[in-house]
């Protein structure tokens, strides 16, 4: 019966339910377009991060990570990448020699760190090879072919074949210098990569060097999830500090964890809104029906009850604007995850970011079902002070408003 | 064997009955030591200028408004020693509210206004069917049941509010100035539908009204003046 008079009531002044029920739509789709487009952020960044600069898994020699000396080098390599190419979750693996070194031009010089690579295990890792702009993936040069970033043959005034001198400290600690020759200029979408990184072959490095090893070998998988499987395969054949992304990098952690928060906190702004709201609106239907309310109490209604339509008023509002919000936002995120968000004109901004130019907005298939039920919880909170003034009312109105 | 008949015969006791507005500054006596008994069956209308105090009567018998002091005995219960869910209960089982504005559900149509209050009694349907049907015949409203208020008229949502009020069967009927809004046919007709539910049913019925053509047909009239009743006159 109360359910019954509580839905007829919705309708007794319809436009204004309908404004209740939109605002609800419009909350409830906003809040998932904006969830969609910031996890597009932080998919994107993190992607990239992955893709281009960390890789899923990275192994260390535990003494490099307190102090990255060239000299503290990854153990047992070779049983390492003889258990990784067996392994089906693993995509590519590329060793790496990274020595610190400065470069200088005939212009000007600047601190670097020069990772020494197979360049297919790395184009395979990183897609270094697609990110040329400009020259060849270590051709053309005979000897000592560089890679170099846009921002750095732009800081050092480099073209294509221009020579530079690479001065570091060979194995032996002793302050040594060689001579390259720019073979390529690439624009990586990892921005630590833009800014301090210069590529050479392994083989070079290492002669350069004086010794033959490897500091550092990134692991690209197949999934994120299998991150876990692939740390405990190699834990009994790695002698070193094997780590996630998440542990290489903690900024994308620190990135996924500041976006829940974010998330949480509009989620509360947004219904907070509703909620205020709500309670604008129904105390309105509720003081336009203090006659009526006064003359149910009159006639043997309990307050329980009075309470309770009010209450189930909203609540079936947020029943029929929660689902079509969800709806809406649904097929919003469904489109845009599949033609993409274009913010080409946001470009410059978002390549320093390392985020690609196209977004491609999505959301948790398990935040629909919370999102619902923050909807309800919304909707109860707001409707509560208009059913506590409801029941205050005295029957007695009734009869000294006739 | 006396006290319970007389008992069973008041359906309304007011033993000296006050209430006072505005007790600690300047009072004002709305009802002022009013004392009266009102029997089953009886057709009553409770009379008298604006402000003299007949719609506090009504509120205290209705148990809406607390007495100053003295008590209202409704069926041998003193509804001052009800808490307020016992006195909503009370009201409904035994309490007919007529309203001068009619006060009908709005979004309910006349069918579910008069059925409303055996709903919170919670009768069967078939119950609820039946009553509902025999009260809107003899109401003469049969023909509206699916109508909703606003597409009555004033004398047809009136009928309704009565039907509303006797169909959970209370002891009484307390009506405020039921006719106020209604023109001379519309009157007439609610109050030959009402005199007549009180011969064939024995429906207890108190009014407060000013109402000339309300007070021809009542069979007792009680004049209140200034919070005191100043006539009780029996026809």
Redesign the interface.
């Given at each position: 019966m109360i359910l019954s008079l509580s839905w007829k009531n919705i309708w007794r002044t319809r436009h204004r339910s309908l404004v209740v029920i939109g605002a609800i739509i419009i909350g409830v789709w906003s809040l998932i377009f904006m969830m969609g487009f910031y996890n597009s952020f932080i998919n994107a960044f993190a992607r990239n991060s992955i893709n281009n600069e960390y890789s899923h898994i990275q192994i260390h020699n535990p003494e490099y990570l307190i102090e990255p000396d060239l000299a503290t080098e990854i153990q047992n390599e070779t049983a390492i990448r003889n258990m990784l190419v067996r392994s089906v979750s693993v995509e590519a693996v590329s060793s790496r020699r990274k020595v610190n070194a400065m470069i200088a031009s005939t212009k000007t010089s600047l601190g670097v760190q020069v990772f020494g690579i197979d360049p297919d295990d790395e184009s395979k890792t990183t897609n270094l090879e697609s990110h040329l702009v400009e020259g060849s993936y270590f051709l053309n040069i005979k000897r000592n072919p560089i890679l170099v970033s846009v921002k750095t043959a732009e800081k050092l005034k480099l073209k294509l074949k221009s020579k530079v001198v690479i001065t570091f400290q060979d194995y032996d600690g002793n302050i040594t210098a060689a001579s390259c020759r720019v073979s390529g200029i690439f624009h990586s979408k990892a921005p630590r990569i833009n800014e301090r990184v210069v590529y050479m072959k392994k083989v070079d490095i290492n002669r350069l060097v004086g010794h033959d090893g490897v500091n550092e070998v990134a692991i690209l998988l197949n999934d994120v999830e299998s991150i876990p499987e692939v740390i405990n395969q190699l834990e009994p054949h790695a002698k070193d500090t094997v780590r996630s992304y998440k542990e290489v990098a903690p900024e994308l952690n620190l990135m996924e964890n500041s976006s829940r928060i974010t998330k949480i906190i509009v989620t509360a702004i947004i219904m907070l809104a509703l909620v205020f709201g709500i309670i604008n609106t129904m105390l309105m239907a509720v003081l336009e029906r203090t006659k009526e309310i006064g003359m149910l109490r009159s006639v043997g209604m309990h307050r329980k009850s009075i309470f309770t339509m009010i209450m189930l008023e909203t609540i079936l509002m947020g029943f029929i604007g929660g689902p079509m919000g969800l709806g809406f936002g649904y097929l919003t995120i469904l489109i845009l995850g599949k033609v993409g968000l274009d913010l080409s004109s946001f470009s410059e901004a978002l390549d320093d970011f390392g985020i690609d130019t196209i977004l491609y907005p999505s959301v948790e298939t398990s935040t629909y079902p919370v999102l619902m039920f923050v909807v309800l919880f919304t909707a109860l909170l707001g409707a509560i002070y208009p059913a506590i003034k409801a029941v205050r009312l005295n029957p007695l109105d009734a009869i000294r408003k006739i | 064997m006396q006290l319970e008949k007389f008992r069973i015969m008041n359906v309304i006791e007011t033993n000296n009955l006050v209430k006072t507005y505005n007790p600690d500054t300047i009072p004002v006596h709305a009802i002022n030591d009013v004392s009266i008994n009102i029997e089953e069956g009886e057709f009553t209308a409770i009379v008298g200028p604006s402000g003299s105090g007949k719609?506090t009567l009504?509120?205290m018998i209705?148990g809406?408004?607390n007495p100053s002091s003295g008590k209202v005995v409704i069926d041998g219960i003193d509804i001052k020693n009800l808490n307020?869910?016992q006195l909503?209960?009370f009201?409904?089982?035994n309490i007919g509210?007529v309203?001068?504005?009619y006060?009908l559900?709005?979004?309910?149509t006349a069918k579910e206004n008069v059925e409303?209050?055996m709903?919170?009694?919670k009768r069967s349907k078939e119950e609820r069917d039946s009553r509902s049907a025999e009260l809107m015949e003899k109401m003469g409203i049969a023909e509206t049941s699916k109508r909703r208020p606003a597409q009555l008229s004033g004398g047809q949502q009136q009928r309704v509010a009565v039907a509303?009020a006797l169909a959970?069967k209370p002891k009484f009927i307390l009506a405020?100035?039921p006719t106020?809004n209604l023109d001379s046919q519309s009157t007439s007709a609610l109050l030959d539908i009402m005199a007549k539910m009180n011969e064939e049913e024995n429906v207890t019925f108190v009014f407060s009204t000013h109402d000339q053509r309300v007070i021809d047909k009542a069979k007792r009239v009680i004049t209140i003046v200034d919070g005191k009743v100043q006539s009780d006159e029996t026809r």
């Open positions: - | 719609s009504l509120n209705g809406l408004d307020q869910p909503t209960d009201r409904m089982h509210f309203f001068q504005s006060n559900i709005p979004v309910m409303f209050i709903l919170l009694q509303r959970s405020d100035e106020a």
